[in-house]
Every structure is written in structure tokens, then in C-alpha cells.
């Protein structure tokens, strides 16, 4: 069965502060995608980075970074010099393509809080 | 270009009461996902329409919920006889065939 788990529930950083927000997935397909999504206090979720498991290679956009592990099911995503606008709840999510739906699985969430 | 649109963004009603909320989807995009945001249960999935295949409504929770596609675009997402613990936030997202969901800003529903 598939699974992603977030287990930092809440994270509070000081402005200018590097945070580097865990996610781990399971899945018993071999073709799926990883995505991160943020949810600021406006409540819309806004797409942030999409992954297909075929993919290892780092990426960064800006101050984000996404670290993409297969070997520990692990999709990190880090924020260098965190701003205040940063804030927000974050999630981690999976879908795997073999179900064809490509529905979303969510981890629970890690609200980010960043302190002027 | 314009987004997921969903209406109403806010709706109380009362137990018992049927309730519809709606989506546009982005132009052009044929999948549709409704999925729910609660507090005891997290974000999720409750139905997929792609093109004119038949849904997957594995997601929904009871037969009281159902939703419909009308060509391909507008959604509606009923519930019947409401209870207290739909109370939530009903999220509407579209995408091209297995790309990426763009999500709308949601229908906060409180059922009294």
C-alpha cells in the first residue's frame, strides 16, 4: 500500500535560517511521481516540484532544494535563507502511474514557521 | 491564464440538508480530482474523472457523496443529507492526462 509520511509535524525557524523539511514514501510500483505542494495561510495549495521515480537528480529553484533518494524512499525539500513568507503548512505527496488514476497521496503535513 | 475556480468558497448548512459545490477546471484540462481536507483526516482523495471514461470514485466515503462532469469540464460534487463530520474543505484540482494537479482554492463547508 502506498504511504508518505511527513514526521516533522511543525518546524519553527528564524529568519535567514536553512530548514530542510523530511518526507518518506512507500509504494510498490516502479513508475510513480513525488510532489511537494504548499499550503500558505490563504489555504490553496500551490504546486511546487514534480518528480518521476526515474529521475535522481537534484534540483534546485532559487532558495528551494529537493534531495531525491531511492535507495531510502526520502524526498527532502530544503529552503536556504528562509524568509517570512516562507511560512506555511507543506506537504509531500505520491501518485503512482501504474493505477492510471494518478491520485494524489498525501503525507499529513509539516507547518513551517519562520520568525522575523 | 485563468485557474481552478470553485464555488462557493464558504458554505454552512444544516444536518440533514443537501448541499452541491461546483469546480471549473483549467481550459482544456481532462482530469478532474475532488479531494477533501479535514482536520482528524488530512487531504483525501475522493473521486477522478478523465475525459469520458467512467470515474474512479473509490475515495468517497459513503453513497450519501456524488459528483458529476458535464462535458468534460464543469464538476459538481453533492452531498446528500449532510452530516457534522463533512464538515471540511472540499479541494478541486485539474491536469492534463497524468501531469500535475493545479488545485482550486476550495469550498469550505461547515455543516450545524
Known amino acids: 500500500a502506498q504511504k508518505v509520511t511527513q514526521a516533522q509535524t511543525e518546524i519553527s525557524v528564524v529568519e535567514k535560517e536553512d530548514v530542510t523539511l523530511d518526507c518518506v514514501y512507500e509504494t510498490r510500483d516502479t513508475t510513480y511521481y513525488l510532489f511537494w505542494y504548499k499550503q500558505p495561510p490563504s489555504g490553496e495549495l500551490v504546486f511546487l516540484i514534480r518528480?518521476?521515480?526515474?529521475?535522481?537528480q537534484n534540483e534546485i529553484s532559487g532558495r528551494y532544494s529537493w534531495n531525491f533518494q531511492k535507495s531510502t524512499s526520502s524526498f527532502n525539500f530544503t529552503i536556504t535563507a528562509s524568509q517570512v513568507v516562507d511560512s506555511a503548512v507543506y506537504f509531500c505527496a505520491l501518485s503512482e502511474a501504474g493505477t492510471g488514476a494518478n491520485n494524489l497521496f498525501f503525507g499529513t503535513g509539516t507547518r513551517l514557521t519562520v520568525i522575523p | 491564464g485563468a485557474g481552478v475556480s470553485q464555488s462557493p468558497s464558504n458554505k454552512v448548512t444544516e444536518k440533514g440538508k443537501d448541499v452541491e459545490l461546483r469546480c471549473d477546471p483549467i481550459s482544456g484540462h481532462t482530469a478532474l480530482y475532488w479531494y477533501r481536507q479535514s482536520l482528524g483526516q488530512g487531504l483525501e482523495f475522493l473521486i477522478y474523472?478523465?475525459?469520458?471514461?467512467?470515474?474512479?470514485k473509490s475515495g468517497l466515503p459513503s453513497d450519501r457523496f456524488s459528483a458529476e462532469r458535464t462535458g468534460g469540464s464543469v464538476s459538481t460534487l453533492t452531498i446528500q443529507r449532510t452530516q457534522q463530520e463533512d464538515s471540511a474543505v472540499y479541494l478541486c484540482?485539474?491536469?492534463?492526462?497524468?501531469?500535475?494537479?493545479?488545485f482550486g482554492p476550495g469550498t469550505r463547508l461547515l455543516v450545524l
Open positions: 474523472f478523465q475525459g469520458n471514461s467512467a470515474p474512479d
Open positions: 484540482a485539474s491536469s492534463p492526462f497524468q501531469e500535475t494537479q493545479y
Open positions: 518528480r518521476n521515480s526515474f529521475d535522481e
